[in-house]
């Protein structure tokens, strides 16, 4: 569980240190405004998980549930990440500069839902084998993932 939560963390900064140092090369001078909100909101939701992570491991540890209320917690932060999320294309089309910068922004934004989905509803990662997931999907046997367990008993 260590690696998860410093997984996130760690991802997070790569991804800011990825973007700042982007900015810097000629052609990304235009990608600074689009590229913010999509990377702030998919930030947000790494750092999220890997709290949820990191309260995982210290339950494990100590022994004791210190965060009881866990999933009334991230039953809010899940609604604020939805309308995060559902606001990012009406700012990446009042920030468009460039075609490039769009799409990269709503892969961004693709990334972000898709890590939220994996948090807070249905679990997607089973294998390291992608059609593991194609075939969950195809037979319906998605199963929910902890978070989203934890949201639900809240």
């Not at 913010?36 to 999220?48: D, K, N, R, T, W």
């Not at 910068?101 to 972000?112: E, N, R, Y």
């Not at 990662?125 to 989203?148: D, G, H, M, Q, W």
Request: aromatic share 16%; with cysteine.
């Amino acid at each position: 569980m260590v690696r998860l939560y410093t997984g996130e963390v760690v991802a997070v900064v790569v991804f800011w240190f990825c973007y700042f140092r982007f900015s810097k090369l000629e052609t990304g001078t235009y990608l600074m405004k689009s590229m913010v909100y999509p990377l702030f909101v998919l930030g947000a939701i790494l750092v999220q998980g890997a709290f949820y992570w990191w309260i995982l491991y210290k339950r494990i540890t100590v022994r004791k549930t210190f965060v009881e209320k866990a999933g009334r917690i991230y039953k809010v932060l899940s609604l604020i990440d939805s309308v995060l999320l559902s606001l990012g294309l009406p700012v990446l089309l009042l920030t468009h500069s460039h075609w490039f910068s769009t799409i990269v922004g709503i892969l961004i934004l693709l990334f972000a839902f898709i890590e939220w989905v994996n948090y807070c509803k249905q679990r997607l990662s089973y294998s390291l084998n992608p059609f593991e997931l194609l075939r969950k999907i195809k037979n319906k046997t998605l199963v929910k993932s902890k978070l989203a367990k934890e949201i639900e008993n809240s």
